[in-house]
């Protein structure tokens, strides 16, 4: 999707959002050096992007490298600051598609668990002094050993539905840091976002399916 104010994009599996480095917010033309990120394929696409003035290409949230799915991306200062705020106060409803190894005992679940990163330790986890985190499941498919859900996180931390599965022991499958079981990828994609439009205030829902590589491990650990 896109329009004067912003774009809708498919992020692939295995592609970052941008560099770790952080000369490319300064210098956005840096990301053409370095490898393949959402923010070289927007630059190349979209290059107009590089005159307009907004920080960091218009991104306004992000995903990590191994999930697939849709990212909004603004285009213009004012639609950045309007869909940044809606994230930061929890006003963009998220669905994700996730394959976890076990079927949960309900039907629907809530997992409420702080996450957060104790003191010499590399890998954030549920642990009581972190910050709140809520996530909502639905059961959409069972299988013996697996179930595909629908999943909506309520708050936004690193890593979140991946450490709250970890932590009811339905880790996501092809998660290798959080215990999930082998596939050909990360069984967990961003399949839809409703939020209100930044220029026009109007509720907008945008999805993407998941892509054929996801569809075809499910039915793969299915059988």
Known sequence: YEDKDMLAISKPAGVTVHPND???MRRPEACLMAETTVVSMLLKARPALINIGIERLGLVHRL????SGIMLVAKTKEAQINLQRQ???REVDKTYLGVVGGVPAKKTGSIDAPIGRA???KKIKVWEYGRDALTEFRIVEKAKRHALL?????TGRTNQIRIHFEFIKHPIAGDKLYGGEPASRLLLHSYKLIFAHPATDKKTSLSVKPPEEFMNEWARLKS
Do not use: L
Not at 150 to 154: R, T
């Open 22 to 24: 952080s000369n490319w």
């Open 64 to 67: 990590d490298r191994d999930t």
């Open 87 to 89: 994230f930061r106060e």
């Open 119 to 121: 003191s010499g330790f």
């Open 150 to 154: 629908e999943i909506y996180p309520k």
